[in-house]
């Protein structure tokens, strides 16, 4: 059965108003828009932005902005760290330490940071779909002024950008032919030499690779350094120079072996030599290799006994191990790794555990390896994830890696004191651009024809869907009476009116009005099990309205609206679930059976899929109106969810409380109630003071942010909650335990 995971409810930060209740990081300073408070937050995943769409502002008085209890517009430009993905690290100068990843579009990006300052970006520095999301990256200076980043790209080429100095970001150029290597292959790169710059790789002919280039001449390559397959195409490779005049390449091979090839300055190149004596990690695991002491090169890696290993060598002997580093088994087999110089004699090992955990093992000079040492919460990144690891300043060492729900994230340490963080260092899920004209709020506007309209005080957007290059959005406005309606744009971020495609569930309909509230979800009939209807594609509506029934007067009804491409959705097509199996339905809103009964006119509901799960999810508010709250005493209500296989299955599906006022402790502390203790100030504080009650209310799934992880069978789901005071919008995360 599922039920909700103890103390996972977490809020993440305030999404509108000039300040945090909490004193949390505040990203959005919504005064200069002519905002001061704001509610709701339906939302759809648009040309990889994420729009929301806001409830009523009450603009201040005497401030030049749209009319009071008009609705607002704006969007999430989000760069989510594809979860498990890679990093590459280097200093673009003297004071400028850079971080690259492939993003979830497929674009090359960069964070940086400035000396001891805050992190920026991340920025794009390439076009779109480039390569795989979360691909293998590489860095390295070319010259003193110019750095480069290499990645495999969706074609199986090699690429390179650049920048010189502080300068603007080049590329990227292609360095190869096609289909030299898997796209996204890991590589890395060394210097040969002097002025020679090596990029090396595991080619789609399990053969290790290198391309090089000479001072800022032309690149040359590629050029396989062995004669047979040794390792996977794509496995992970590390180079060192492991005395002067030599360069060592290594990873694991096909055999399961450390294995390495080598070269004296610009001469020939040798091996590969199995430096293994028994079979010892994955091929193609990941591996990390430094200079432990001036004279002894160390590898090391997380073997098949789940363990941190070691393969060291001093000058140019004979190569050692493995030894084990780990008393206990601590990471998956093959998991990432990063080493730094942590301070002057200790070498520091840093990679993400079997609990998603940061964990530390370090030696100091050439003694016993310490740990491993647990230095951040469970579950701050996949297990065994890729990491690195860099020196920021001379006594500030950071490791940067990518969290669960797209976060990318640094850890630091000063000297050799505590570890502190992870931070997320890209803030974009929380920072909204709104949709502006004259320098205030542009308002959610409705035109029919040469009419024009605004929704109005208690009129919001209640549901938002993506398709065919379009953003349609469900509406309820008092037109006489009170009417779902559709609306329109090819534009949502520009400041032009929504066309309305049609209105429908009128409340004076006594067949009708079952529809106020409207949550769609976009999905092909086919990932409907069951569901036998003509269209291919098309949005699942749930809806909250009257049911036209005795007793409960209010209820959840469920829609079919399909959709094709180069058409408008048709009222006509709509067809109403009749609750009698998935191929009942009628073309007659009056024969929409409910799903399941609510005890007040108004909840605002939403709903998404897990996709990895194949289950369905849906949010809705058991509170009141402002007025319910007081006469029926439902204040306290929390914000419930129900899973189930199909849309309606949902109807049957328990209640799962995922924020309780009282039991996550929301009351005082980001909830103002004029009765309990008030030790955040929020009477003051809450600006706007409008005298709406506190309560939970407007849940707005964020589907983009929703993960299921497969081990754990639980479900991480993000949404925006609106609290009444302050009149603010809060972004939330939860999780579910789907089943033991």
């Given at each position: 059965?599922?039920?909700?995971?103890?103390?996972?409810?977490?809020?993440?930060?305030?999404?509108?108003?000039?300040?945090?209740?909490?004193?949390?990081?505040?990203?959005?300073?919504?005064?200069?828009?002519?905002?001061?408070?704001?509610?709701?937050?339906?939302?759809?995943?648009?040309?990889?932005?994420?729009?929301?769409?806001?409830?009523?502002?009450?603009?201040?008085?005497?401030?030049?902005?749209?009319?009071?209890?008009?609705?607002?517009?704006?969007?999430?430009?989000?760069?989510?760290?594809?979860?498990?993905?890679?990093?590459?690290?280097?200093?673009?100068?003297?004071?400028?330490?850079?971080?690259?990843?492939?993003?979830?579009?497929?674009?090359?990006?960069?964070?940086?940071?400035?000396?001891?300052?805050?992190?920026?970006?991340?920025?794009?520095?390439?076009?779109?779909?480039?390569?795989?999301?979360?691909?293998?990256?590489?860095?390295?200076?070319?010259?003193?002024?110019?750095?480069?980043?290499?990645?495999?790209?969706?074609?199986?080429?090699?690429?390179?950008?650049?920048?010189?100095?502080?300068?603007?970001w080049q590329g990227p150029v292609r360095l190869s032919g096609k289909g030299v290597a898997p796209p996204g292959a890991r590589l890395t790169v060394a210097n040969q030499g002097a002025d020679q710059l090596d990029v090396f790789y595991v080619g789609n002919d399990g053969k290790?690779?290198?391309?090089?280039?000479?001072?800022?001449?032309?690149?040359?390559?590629?050029?396989?350094?062995?004669?047979?397959?040794?390792?996977?195409?794509?496995?992970?490779?590390?180079?060192?120079?492991?005395?002067?005049?030599?360069?060592?390449?290594?990873?694991?091979?096909?055999?399961?072996?450390?294995?390495?090839?080598?070269?004296?300055?610009?001469?020939?190149?040798?091996?590969?030599?199995?430096?293994?004596?028994?079979?010892?990690?994955?091929?193609?695991?990941?591996?990390?290799?430094?200079?432990?002491?001036?004279?002894?090169?160390?590898?090391?890696?997380?073997?098949?006994?789940?363990?941190?290993?070691?393969?060291?060598?001093?000058?140019?002997?004979?190569?050692?191990?493995?030894?084990?580093?780990?008393?206990?088994?601590?990471?998956?087999?093959?998991?990432?790794?990063?080493?730094?110089?942590?301070?002057?004699?200790?070498?520091?090992?840093?990679?993400?555990?079997?609990?998603?955990?940061?964990?530390?093992?370090?030696?100091?000079?050439?003694?016993?390896?310490?740990?491993?040492?647990?230095?951040?919460?469970?579950?701050?990144?996949?297990?065994?994830?890729?990491?690195?690891?860099?020196?920021?300043?001379?006594?500030?060492?950071?490791?940067l890696y990518g969290g669960p729900w797209g976060e990318q994230q640094v850890s630091w340490v000063v000297g050799g004191g505590n570890w502190q963080g992870p931070v997320r260092i890209n803030p974009d899920m929380m920072r909204l651009s709104p949709v502006l004209k004259d320098?205030?709020?542009?308002?959610?506007?409705?035109?029919?024809?040469?009419?024009?309209?605004?929704?109005?005080?208690?009129?919001?957007?209640?549901?938002?869907?993506?398709?065919?290059?379009?953003?349609?959005?469900?509406?309820?406005?008092?037109?006489?009476?009170?009417?779902?309606?559709?609306?329109?744009?090819?534009?949502?971020?520009?400041?032009?009116?929504?066309?309305?495609?049609?209105?429908?569930?009128?409340?004076?309909?006594?067949?009708?009005?079952?529809?106020?509230?409207?949550?769609?979800?976009?999905?092909?009939?086919?990932?409907?099990?069951?569901?036998?209807?003509?269209?291919?594609?098309?949005?699942?509506?749930?809806?909250?309205?009257?049911?036209?029934?005795?007793?409960?007067?209010?209820?959840?009804?469920?829609?079919?609206?399909?959709?094709?491409?180069?058409?408008?959705?048709?009222?006509?097509?709509?067809?109403?679930?009749?609750?009698?199996?998935?191929?009942?339905?009628?073309?007659?809103?009056?024969?929409?059976?409910?799903?399941?009964?609510?005890?007040?006119?108004?909840?605002?509901?939403?709903?998404?899929?897990?996709?990895?799960?194949?289950?369905?999810?849906?949010?809705?508010?058991?509170?009141?109106?402002?007025?319910?709250?007081?006469?029926?005493?439902?204040?306290?209500?929390?914000?419930?969810?129900?899973?189930?296989?199909?849309?309606?299955?949902?109807?049957?599906?328990?209640?799962?409380?995922?924020?309780?006022?009282?039991?996550?402790?929301?009351?005082?502390?980001?909830?103002?109630?004029?009765?309990?203790?008030?030790?955040?100030?929020?009477?003051?504080?809450?600006?706007?003071?409008?005298?709406?009650?506190?309560?939970?209310?407007?849940?707005?799934?964020?589907?983009?942010?929703?993960?299921?992880?497969?081990?754990?069978?639980?479900?991480?789901?993000?949404?925006?909650?609106?609290?009444?005071?302050?009149?603010?919008?809060?972004?939330?995360?939860?999780?579910?335990?789907?089943?033991?």
């Amino acid at each position: 059965m599922p039920h909700w995971l103890a103390g996972s409810t977490e809020r993440i930060a305030q999404m509108s108003g000039d300040y945090d209740p909490e004193k949390l990081v505040h990203i959005n300073f919504t005064g200069a828009w002519g905002v001061d408070g704001v509610d709701l937050g339906a939302n759809t995943e648009h040309n990889g932005l994420t729009l929301i769409f806001f409830g009523d502002v009450p603009t201040p008085h005497g401030r030049n902005a749209p009319p009071r209890d008009s609705d607002l517009v704006a969007f999430i430009e989000d760069t989510p760290f594809p979860p498990g993905g890679h990093l590459a690290s280097a200093h673009q100068g003297e004071h400028q330490l850079d971080v690259f990843f492939i993003g979830e579009d497929g674009g090359l990006y960069v964070s940086w940071v400035i000396d001891g300052g805050t992190w920026q970006g991340p920025l794009r520095i390439s076009r779109k779909r480039v390569a795989p999301p979360g691909g293998g990256v590489a860095a390295a200076h070319q010259s003193g002024d110019q750095l480069d980043v290499f990645f495999i790209g969706r074609d199986g080429a090699l690429y390179v950008s650049w920048v010189v100095g502080g300068g603007i970001w080049q590329g990227p150029v292609r360095l190869s032919g096609k289909g030299v290597a898997p796209p996204g292959a890991r590589l890395t790169v060394a210097n040969q030499g002097a002025d020679q710059l090596d990029v090396f790789y595991v080619g789609n002919d399990g053969k290790l690779n290198v391309h090089w280039v000479v001072g800022l001449g032309s690149w040359k390559g590629p050029q396989a350094l062995g004669s047979a397959a040794v390792a996977p195409p794509g496995a992970c490779v590390a180079a060192i120079e492991q005395v002067s005049n030599q360069l060592s390449v290594l990873f694991f091979g096909n055999d399961q072996k450390l294995n390495v090839h080598w070269v004296l300055g610009l001469g020939n190149w040798q091996g590969p030599v199995a430096l293994s004596p028994n079979p010892v990690a994955p091929p193609g695991a990941n591996l990390a290799a430094i200079k432990q002491l001036a004279n002894q090169t160390s590898v090391l890696f997380v073997g098949h006994d789940r363990k941190l290993n070691v393969h060291w060598v001093v000058g140019g002997g004979r190569w050692q191990g493995p030894a084990t580093l780990s008393p206990n088994p601590i990471a998956p087999a093959g998991a990432g790794i990063a080493l730094v110089s942590q301070i002057a004699t200790q070498t520091t090992a840093l990679l993400i555990g079997d609990g998603g955990q940061l964990l530390v093992q370090w030696v100091i000079g050439g003694g016993i390896w310490q740990g491993p040492v647990n230095i951040s919460a469970a579950n701050v990144a996949p297990a065994g994830a890729p990491l690195v690891a860099e020196k920021q300043l001379a006594d500030l060492t950071v490791a940067l890696y990518g969290g669960p729900w797209g976060e990318q994230q640094v850890s630091w340490v000063v000297g050799g004191g505590n570890w502190q963080g992870p931070v997320r260092i890209n803030p974009d899920m929380m920072r909204l651009s709104p949709v502006l004209k004259d320098g205030v709020f542009h308002p959610f506007t409705v035109r029919e024809a040469q009419r024009t309209w605004l929704l109005g005080s208690d009129a919001t957007p209640t549901g938002a869907f993506s398709y065919d290059g379009k953003v349609f959005v469900f509406v309820v406005a008092d037109e006489g009476t009170t009417i779902a309606s559709l609306t329109k744009s090819c534009c949502p971020t520009e400041p032009q009116p929504f066309d309305l495609v049609f209105r429908f569930s009128f409340a004076s309909d006594l067949d009708g009005g079952k529809f106020f509230q409207v949550a769609p979800c976009v999905v092909r009939s086919d990932q409907l099990p069951g569901f036998d209807y003509g269209s291919a594609e098309g949005a699942i509506l749930l809806g909250h309205g009257f049911t036209r029934r005795p007793g409960k007067a209010f209820g959840v009804h469920l829609a079919w609206l399909p959709l094709s491409p180069g058409q408008d959705p048709d009222l006509q097509s709509i067809r109403y679930y009749t609750g009698s199996g998935p191929n009942n339905w009628s073309p007659r809103e009056g024969d929409a059976a409910p799903l399941f009964l609510t005890d007040f006119g108004w909840a605002s509901l939403s709903v998404g899929r897990i996709l990895d799960a194949n289950l369905w999810i849906m949010l809705y508010h058991r509170a009141g109106s402002r007025d319910d709250i007081h006469t029926f005493g439902s204040a306290n209500a929390p914000i419930v969810a129900r899973i189930a296989p199909t849309p309606w299955e949902l109807g049957a599906a328990p209640d799962i409380p995922v924020l309780d006022p009282v039991r996550d402790h929301a009351l005082g502390h980001y909830m103002y109630r004029p009765d309990l203790p008030d030790p955040n100030n929020l009477k003051v504080r809450g600006v706007p003071l409008i005298g709406h009650p506190s309560f939970l209310y407007g849940p707005h799934l964020l589907n983009r942010y929703t993960r299921y992880d497969h081990q754990t069978n639980m479900v991480t789901f993000h949404y925006l909650v609106s609290t009444g005071w302050p009149y603010q919008v809060q972004l939330m995360r939860s999780s579910i335990q789907l089943s033991e």
